[in-house]
């Protein structure tokens, strides 16, 4: 079973102390990568909804190597409590 894609970010957040889209995307390439939506610009939307939610928060920003907009974000306790209310323990961090 596969979780929504914004609650799989979340849920991939939950022990990490500060990620990008990139490497989130990294991380559920494997379950999530043939999706047609399995993009970076949906993936970013899916960062900005969880801070308008309160369940991430920005921590920093920089350019990478390309002069492209890195943007970090961290799980808050609110998204820490959310994973555990509603993801099951046996699908926690993919």
């Known amino acids: ?55 991430v928060e920005l921590t920093s920003y920089d350019l990478d190597d390309n002069d492209k907009l890195v943007i970090y974000y961290k799980i808050t306790n609110d998204g820490m409590t959310t994973v555990d209310k509603y993801v099951d323990k046996k699908y926690r961090s993919v």
Do not use: C, W
């Open 1 to 55: 079973m596969l979780l929504p894609s914004r609650t799989a970010v979340l849920n991939q957040m939950y022990d990490q102390k500060e990620v990008d889209v990139t490497q989130i995307m990294e991380k559920l390439k494997v379950q999530y990568g043939h999706e047609k939506q399995f993009n970076e610009k949906l993936y970013l939307e899916h960062m900005m909804a969880l801070e308008a939610n309160g369940l």
